[in-house]
């Protein structure tokens, strides 16, 4: 019996000992982590900026989660740096339960907006290609030239960005465009920029070899074809135009100049001084004679015509080579 309570006695002491050596030592925060801060960070734009994108978290898993997870501020634009001090993440880690985790490392934390950066060289490339497909496909040699770069666009880093550009204008054309470059996410455009481009057309044309009179026909020894820069020029007359043969100038055109539809004239079908059948029509009554012509006319034209029978000068439509007729 003395000695069942003699154990007993032991036992109790030990359990004794055990819970004063406990008792002593401090029992561990939940809420202590180490935080170390970096003294530069890129942190996300489209969220604010939380304690694990500036600094290094350490301790208990759950613990170090949500010590990551406290907002400390706004996070800058894209591409742009904002700078918050040590202090200032105390407080808020502070107010959200953690004033018991050490904080070191820098003082100061540099913050730069992740971005994508797209040079203008890149925003040149993508404008010369999208004016080459919005260009007529009419056999025409197109030179495009940017006259003034676009700026580079500065991006939220986020790959569901799409950047195209696209025409202030109905059409694209020869001479001076100006195209949008614009960025958008979700529909919702983000960014836009400009560059502004010059297209020359270069075709194939006919040219005067030598001086051309005006009433003077074109021949191969008068005409030539060559490359010539038209985007200036209306309406020039190509080399596949076909054979200018019995064309003739309407004015006089200078050498090494361009012949355009304007320049010339099919040759009429009736000249002045020809001599033509006049046919006089009145209801179903036709009267034919002999006229000649006071000036020239293609078919179709009313020409003046002074008959053989009176000596008058009459108004007469051309119906034919060598015919004019008068209804009425």
Not at 54 to 82: D, F
Not at 180 to 201: D, F, M, Q, W, Y
């Amino acid at each position: 019996m003395k000695r069942a309570i003699l154990l007993l006695m032991v036992i109790t002491g030990m359990i004794l000992a055990r819970a004063l050596a406990h008792a002593g030592t401090p029992s561990r925060s939940p809420s202590v982590c180490k935080i170390t801060l970096h003294s530069c960070a890129a942190v996300a734009t489209s969220r604010p900026v939380t304690v694990g994108d500036i600094a290094t978290v350490e301790g208990p898993g759950s613990i170090a989660g949500k010590a990551s997870a406290v907002v400390i501020t706004s996070a800058p634009l894209p591409g742009t740096q904002r700078t918050i001090e040590a202090e200032y993440v105390k407080l808020k880690l502070s107010a959200a339960g953690f004033g018991a985790a050490k904080v070191c490392g820098a003082a100061k934390i540099a913050m730069t907006g992740k971005c994508t950066r797209i040079s203008p060289q890149t925003l040149e490339d993508l404008v010369k290609d999208y004016a080459g497909e919005m260009l007529p496909k009419d056999g025409l040699t197109y030179d495009i030239a940017v006259e003034r770069s676009p700026r580079e666009l500065v991006l939220p880093d986020d790959p569901a960005i799409e950047v195209k550009p696209r025409l202030f204008s109905s059409a694209i054309h020869t001479g001076v465009n100006t195209v949008a470059i614009e960025a958008s996410l979700a529909g919702r455009s983000i960014c836009t920029t400009t560059a502004v481009v010059r297209i020359k057309a270069t075709a194939v044309v006919l040219i005067a070899a030598a001086t051309i009179d005006q009433g003077q026909a074109l021949t191969d020894q008068n005409t030539k074809t060559e490359a010539r820069d038209i985007t200036k020029i209306k309406d020039p007359i190509s080399a596949g135009a076909g054979n200018p043969q019995g064309w003739v100038a309407r004015r006089i055109i200078q050498p090494g100049s361009v012949i355009t539809a304007a320049d010339v004239a099919l040759p009429p079908d009736v000249r002045l001084g020809d001599q033509v059948t006049l046919t006089v029509k009145c209801g179903s009554v036709a009267i034919r004679t002999s006229a000649e012509a006071r000036q020239d006319g293609r078919v179709g034209d009313t020409i003046r015509v002074r008959s053989s029978v009176s000596s008058d000068e009459l108004r007469a439509r051309v119906t034919s080579a060598g015919s004019v007729e008068i209804a009425r």
